[in-house]
């Protein structure tokens, strides 16, 4: 596409397609295409200037595989008995005359060690000593100058939180949601906010039993702390110790939520939790609140476990040609967590994984309503909205149900997997939507039949299943949307080229966590909240990477695009060319990539049908000029990708209303706010379209 000849435009700068013309300093606000800290329980301290620094590539574990849970293969098993507990929750241990601190720590020496998943033998039950109260005082210390924290943990010892951090293991190993972080690798950012589970810091067995504890922890310890401190600590290292830095973490993302009143304590306990913080340890100052032992973290029932065990082994080889596992369930029962554990502990083993979205309303990497393939590569040590990350192929779909074009949904999820590569080894992922009734149990047949899926996880709860067991031999005999028995596979070409097993193994998995089965209540667990917190994440990537001021988004310069070069397409329900513009105003677009080329003589592009093409994005549509036909548009893409864009698709994922509610700078109205509107007029709401469903009045004329 020809770059727009530059020129003035009154209250912006000058620009051509897509050229960037965004300064470091704010300007002042666009009077005609404008977009519209209470104290947590610890105060942040002062940021950690590594916070801000690239994060290296990541350095895998020195090591072979090793299980998740259960005892090495040549060690016999051991019996581990539950310490008793005082009332505060903190354990008490009888100690040995021979030593002052490492006996107390025997009774577990054989005990599990794990990221989650054993490679063979019986698991055994972990029973984890969990760090808080008068125990964190003990084993770990603060240099405030520095504004750090070292702590010193003992085998299968557990620090549950709230809050964020940067995590770096200088002696020994910890797992944390399935991944194994070891010294001399780089640091990970660990979050853990109230929208989900707190996240679980355990301690592991090392590798190297015959290592001098003390010999080799005190140098590490000497660069972190002082000699008061460090000698404290030194008292509590033994074989089996691991000792971990602790970084408080400011980034971009938390500093663009933070700046939302609703959002500033979203890295603080709920209200449920805030009997069980512990707020007076040299950890809260760096934005971490432990918790007692009555808040559970991540909870793996027995048959979590075994299923993680079952799958990882396979990925390592004990199966012909690359895992495809693709995990179901009805809402709520924990894939999403599940599917990230399993992606942890994949990535203690192999360098990446591939991961299929098939939930169009709780994406992990891309804001709502989206298909995408993405190739993971680091851990994922947080919720979606903390990692999102462009995935190598999306599609927009638009909607988070799919439910309105069945037909387009099971096209995209075919294209998607046509754009893998047939070479490619790594270890496929498949989530699906928790809708497992009627039309939804017919698409989740048809994927399982289109993909050429190695094993099912399918979860449930309360020991019910919630739709049909899929095991083989049910898929022998049931019907889907598109595909009906006795087909094995609906797509020749991947049978060509993916060599799909002839069966699959079925795996079940029953959650055993509090509220399974039921949609969260509390504050920022309700699933729009987090889908609005997952499209607030995608945008704080306009801020600067720099500390400063968050800058609200009509205080940055958009990009200029003319209405020539870029088609323009309401997908989600149907609106009249003439309202197009309307719809489209101040409101978030996908940026696409057609096959064709999109031209015209000066007058706008509209589509009258929902295209299924590349995504590499999305925007804010905050202006549109008529009278010079120009686009005004905010992304965070980079302007050598936004070269390809040639469509704007508008669908049902609307901005958050705090983005146009929180608008400093005005004392009036505000753009694109008005309380003069009525959802009680005829045609005041959408028109919904229902595309390949069949009313039941027509059922008898088919």
Known sequence: MKAHKPTQVKGHAKSQK?????????????????????????????????????????????????????????????????????????????????????????????????????????????IPVRLEGGSLHNCAERDDRRNHAVLVMQKNQTLCFRGKCHLTCLYGRVEVMGFTIEEGQQSYPLFSPASHCPLTIRALENSDQTRDDKTEASPILKNYLTSASRKKLLKNVTTNSSIILLEPMETPLTRF???????????????????????????????????VGAIEGLKMSKSYREALNMVVGACRGDLDGCAVILVCGSKNVGKSTFIRTLINTLLNHTGSVDYLEGDLGQTEFTPAGCLCLANVTEPLLGPPFTHQTPPEHMIHFGHTSCETDLERYLESLKTLWRRRSPSRESTVVINTMGWVKGFGFQLLVDMIRFFPVSHVVQLSHSGVTQCPSMTPEFLRTAHGHHTHPPAVTALDEFTESHSPPKSYSHVVVQSEFQGAGRQGTAKHQRTNELRE??????????????????????????????????????????????????????????????????????????????????????????????????????????????????????????????????????????????????????????????????????????
């Open 18 to 126: 897509w050229k960037d013309v965004r300064g470091k300093r704010s300007r002042p606000p666009i009077t005609s295409s404008q977009l519209n800290s209470s104290p947590v329980v610890a105060k942040m301290a002062v940021v950690h200037k590594a916070s801000q620094k690239k994060k290296p590539s990541v350095k895998r574990l020195k090591n072979k595989a090793k299980p998740v849970s259960g005892a090495k293969t040549n060690t016999p098993q051991s019996v581990v008995q539950k310490p008793p507990t005082k009332a505060n929750g903190s354990s008490v241990f009888k100690m040995d005359n021979d030593s002052n601190d490492s006996m107390e720590w025997k009774k577990y020496s054989q005990s599990i060690h794990g990221n989650g998943v054993k490679t063979s033998g019986k698991i055994e039950n972990i």
């Open 257 to 291: 939520l933070s700046s939302f009143t609703d959002l500033s304590e979203l890295f603080s306990p709920p209200v449920s939790e805030l009997m069980s913080a512990v707020l007076d340890t040299p950890l809260n100052g760096l934005g971490m609140i432990p918790l």
């Open 533 to 702: 917190l997952s499209l607030l994440a995608y945008l704080s990537q306009l801020q600067s990477p720099d500390p400063g001021p968050i800058r609200p988004l009509h205080t940055l310069t958009p990009y200029q695009v003319p209405q020539s070069a870029v088609a323009l397409g309401v997908i989600h329900c149907e609106v009249v060319p003439s309202h197009m513009f309307y719809a489209a105003n101040a409101s978030l677009v996908a940026l696409c990539c057609l096959g064709e080329k999109v031209s015209s003589k000066g007058s706008p592009v509209l589509l009258s049908q929902a295209p299924i093409c590349p995504c590499v994005g999305f925007g804010v549509l905050r202006g549109i000029d008529m009278a010079r036909g120009l686009y005004f548009l905010l992304t965070p893409v980079d302007p050598s990708i936004l070269r390809n864009v040639n469509c704007l698709l508008l669908g049902a994922i609307s901005l958050p209303s705090c983005i146009l509610t929180t608008q400093p700078g005005f004392d009036g109205e505000m753009p694109y706010i008005t309380k003069d509107y009525s959802f009680d007029l005829t045609g005041a709401g959408k028109l919904r379209v229902f595309k390949g469903l069949t009313r039941p009045s027509q059922m008898g004329n088919q």
